[in-house]
């Protein structure tokens, strides 16, 4: 007597949506099971994948059968699916799998499509396998279709909320409940941390590049979302995502991750937690600290503007160029010496009368008592409007930690009376999420708090104005002529030249920073920059 086939039966469904609700999976089993009775398969393995696209073979369940049927000796002779589609819906890699499957024995069957060995039942597999190819695209193109408009209307298409957010519902369509994006300010307030770091410092240092806002994250224990450390990459996205201006960019990318033609992005309005200005600012400051733009080696080169002169017609570098054997030293346009005229129509200035310019400029014009008064009135005027923002903040985060307090403390009388079950683990779960909650807002409050009374200790006076232009006058130049260059570019950042004028730009901030040091301390710089390469598009560092 010969022993029964020995079959599998792979099982999916195509949402994790259909997978939750049970829809499919239950029915495909029940018709497995009775097709292998009815024709005496012996069913020896059900391998179940719920939510997995039949697009591509990124399935664990079907890799595992697919390594199991590859096997020598293999453990099963036939593989059963409910239909083709559910096996694949991608007419060459059915085929492949169906051969790779075929070479060990094994053969696969269709509940619903009963197909021969015949040359004719091969040729309509196929073609039903290409019917289902074209329809799973179209079904995806509709949804995109959808997708795309009801990003376009401002709502939230379902996806994890960028941190900082959460959803909320908006208003019910139908059995349709749309959802948009709101402020969470019990992580909002991280987000605004992390632009703070990034353009002030921590009241220590200067402007912090990306490790050091991490370093000063984790160091602090100021966790992520998640409650996980924080990593380069997040943060580098963080600051470079147009979302925390109130721009969120829908279908930027691909199933590829390649970037999406402008066209195809939809931008969907959110609620801004960090004003335009300041993000600007930091994506300047990022391109600064980028090698591929600025090398490290020009920090510390040896003229005076190098790194922060630009040519006003083509936005490139203004690099030392020498003469006469090095006789003559000029600041030329970068773009020019590459390219030639057609790049940029460029510009040449001797190094001594651009350098003796410049500071001229700052210390008869900006490190004048009035003139720095009157420029940083504004930096202060904001700053005292961000500590007040700041108060109110830490109350409404204390409220939320006296409210979940409140809640734990209604659990735990509900567990002493007897009415509530300790053990029950929904109830552990809940208890724990309020005392993660509870934590991180008691710990975003200290820390708000802390950030409040840092910056209110920093008063400046009229009388430390004008020490401060005194000392800066007579620091910024040094026997025989020259001037520091830390000390010149504590007080301007960017030097643009053009035909006829020269610009000089500054950060307000920065300026404070450096007067709140005191005339003892030498300026605030930004640190050196680091060599470090640009970054990948992908989720991390590693290509894909």
Known sequence: MTSPLRAALYLRV???????????????????????????????????EPGASATNDRRPEFQRMIEAGTAKPPPFDLVIVHSFSRFFRDHFELEFYVRKLA??????????????????????????SLFDEYQSKENAKHVLRAMKENARQGFWNGALPPIGYRIVEAEQRGTKVKKKLEIDPLHAETIRLIYRLTLEG????????????????????????DGGRWGIAQVYRILTAPTYVGRHTFNKRGKTRKLNAEAEMIT?????????????????????RNPRVTPARVVSGPTLLTGICFCAGCDGAMTLRTGKGGRYRYYTCSTKARQGETGCKGRSIPMGK????????????????????????????????????????????NKRAAETDLRLKRL????????????????????????????????????????????????????MVRQFATTARARIRIDGGGYRRDHLRALAQRVEVADKEVRIMGSKSQLLRTLAAGPGVGPVTSGVRSSVPKWRMGWDSNPR
Request: charged fraction near 30%; proline fraction near 4%; glycine fraction near 4%.
């Open 268 to 288: 969907v309005e959110v609620p801004p937690i960090i004003d335009q200005a300041a993000f600007d600012t930091v994506q300047a400051h990022l391109r600064s």
């Open 412 to 463: 735990y009388d509900a567990i002493e009376s007897g009415v509530a079950d300790l053990t029950d683990p929904a109830l552990k779960e809940r208890i724990a999420g309020l005392k993660a909650i509870r934590d991180q807002a008691r710990a975003d409050a200290d820390r708000v708090q802390a950030v409040t009374e840092s910056s209110g200790r920093q008063t400046i006076t009229p009388q």
């Open 103 to 128: 070479k060990n024995g094994i053969k696969l069957l269709s509940i619903t499509q009963e197909m021969g060995d015949d040359p004719m039942h091969i040729m309509m597999r196929q073609i039903m």
């Open 202 to 225: 921590d009241g220590v240092s200067g402007p912090l590049g990306v490790k050091k806002v991490v370093s000063y994250l984790n160091s602090r224990h100021i966790f992520t979302r």
């Open 354 to 397: 651009l350098d003796n310019l410049v500071a001229f400029h700052i210390e008869e014009r900006l490190l004048q008592p009035e003139r720095l008064e009157e420029v940083l009135a504004t930096v202060l005027d904001r700053r005292q409007e961000r500590t007040e923002r700041h108060r109110e903040h830490v109350a409404e985060l």
């Open 14 to 48: 195509s949402t994790a949506r259909q997978a939750e609700h049970d829809v499919s999976i239950p029915d495909q089993k029940r018709q497995g099971e009775a097709y292998c009775r009815s024709r005496g398969y012996q069913l020896v393995e059900t391998y179940v």
